[in-house]
């Protein structure tokens, strides 16, 4: 496994089995730290040719609502339109309206780009999904 990416929002593992693997951290709380986060989530698409992404909430921060246009708008067009993310195992926070946050940015995955998406209480049970899914 390559050594880990270290960012202020998160970090960033390739995993071998095929898929990437974010863990965020409470500084996601910034805006611009946390589409720090996402734009390296598809660089990193991009250059492995990966296509799913396990992202571990547990100590997510609540986005803005400029944050979450940017995602839905902008990240979301990048990775579904380009067809560079077709999985996402999410291990959810723990609080209500971070929740809503993923459902609704899976949601949207999966009406816009056909994403398909999954939560899951442990990333080993995110992982395993990840690989046996198409």
Same mark, same amino acid.
């Given at each position: 496994?390559?050594?880990?990416?270290?960012?202020?929002?998160?970090?960033?593992?390739?995993?071998?089995?095929?898929?990437?693997?974010?863990?965020?951290?409470?500084?996601?709380?910034?805006?611009?730290?946390?589409?720090?986060?996402?734009?390296?989530?598809?660089?990193?698409?991009?250059?492995?040719?990966?296509?799913?992404?396990?992202?571990?909430?547990? @100590?997510?921060?609540?986005?803005? &609502? *400029?944050?979450?246009? /940017? +995602? %839905?708008?902008?990240?979301?067009?990048?990775?579904?339109?380009?067809?560079?993310?077709?999985?996402?195992?999410?291990?959810?926070?723990?609080?209500?309206?971070?929740?809503?946050?993923?459902?609704?940015?899976?949601?949207?995955?999966?009406?816009?780009?056909?994403?398909?998406? @999954?939560?899951?209480?442990?990333? &080993? *049970?995110?992982?395993? /999904? +990840? %690989?046996?899914?198409?």
């Amino acid at each position: 496994m390559e050594k880990p990416i270290l960012l202020p929002a998160g970090e960033l593992q390739i995993c071998p089995e095929g898929y990437i693997h974010l863990i965020w951290a409470p500084e996601s709380l910034d805006s611009d730290a946390a589409q720090a986060v996402f734009t390296e989530v598809l660089r990193l698409l991009q250059r492995t040719g990966y296509s799913k992404l396990l992202t571990d909430q547990r @100590q997510r921060a609540t986005a803005s &609502e *400029a944050y979450m246009g /940017w +995602l %839905l708008a902008i990240w979301l067009t990048q990775v579904g339109g380009g067809g560079h993310l077709t999985h996402v195992a999410v291990v959810p926070a723990r609080a209500l309206d971070l929740r809503l946050q993923a459902v609704d940015v899976c949601r949207q995955g999966q009406y816009r780009y056909g994403i398909m998406s @999954q939560f899951f209480d442990t990333p &080993e *049970a995110a992982s395993q /999904w +990840l %690989l046996t899914s198409g």
